[in-house]
């Protein structure tokens, strides 16, 4: 049992580049997310997806864009990065309901230079 | 808009000793609240939640939580502290479908 799978696990890109951040789960869960986590700033959403087809902004979208592309996937997109956005980005999944909680991946850490 | 503060970037503790971390939320209804611990290099696993009921829940590796609704705290605690503690821990709040607002998270420290 994967649980929640992110790929690639490091990435450096050079600024104006553009990448993909891919995340897969295996729980069947409906809602996704992406994090970014930045030093003293703990994490912090960017979107999230409350089921299959639809995606919403969430504190810090400006620059991605996101594609539930199906129930497992969950896809990151930086258009033209920007040193702005080196971070780490997790992945998480979760099941709407009461007592519930969120997955997390094991993260990627992504450089822009 | 729902806000967790942990006032504590780092933290030493002596192995053996007992550890409490702190974590203050703002949020109007009931919240729910989490700890999650990250290890260096890793993802966020979760040591414990609070959805309701008992104010004082258990979590995995010997932590536990209390909530206290007139405080607006959900401070974890251990009573011994190993070496392979050391990590970051993050504090949450959830939103609506499950969005999560973490605190800045407090690196912990064990000394031998």
């Known amino acids: 049992n994967a649980g929640v799978t992110q790929t690639p696990k490091f990435q450096v890109l050079k600024t104006g580049q553009s990448m993909t951040l891919q995340c897969a789960q295996d729980?069947?869960?409906?809602?996704m997310y992406w994090y970014r986590q930045d030093p003293g700033m703990g994490l912090r959403l960017i979107y999230y997806s409350a089921s299959e087809g639809t995606t919403d902004k969430g504190e810090v979208p400006n620059g991605y864009n996101v594609s539930r592309l199906n129930k497992r996937e969950f896809s990151l997109r930086l258009e033209s990065a920007a040193p702005s956005q080196t971070s780490v980005y997790f992945c998480?999944?979760?099941?709407?309901?009461?007592?519930?909680?969120?997955?997390f991946g094991q993260g990627t850490r992504l450089t822009v230079v | 808009a729902q806000s967790v503060t942990q006032p504590d970037i780092h933290i030493t503790v002596s192995e053996g000793a007992s550890l409490e971390l702190r974590c203050n939320y703002s949020y109007g209804a009931t919240p729910y609240l989490f700890w999650y611990v990250q290890s260096p290099g890793q993802g966020l696993q979760l040591l414990l939640k609070y959805f309701s009921g008992d104010t004082l829940v258990q979590g995995i590796k010997g932590f536990e939580a209390e909530f206290k609704r007139s405080q607006s705290s959900f401070n974890l605690r251990k009573p011994s502290v190993h070496w392979s503690d050391a990590a970051e821990y993050f504090c949450a709040v959830e939103q609506s479908f499950q969005k999560l607002v973490f605190g800045t998270g407090t690196r912990l420290l064990v000394s031998p």
């Open positions: 998480a999944s979760s099941e709407p309901g009461l007592n519930t909680e969120a997955f």
């Open positions: 729980m069947n869960h409906n809602s």
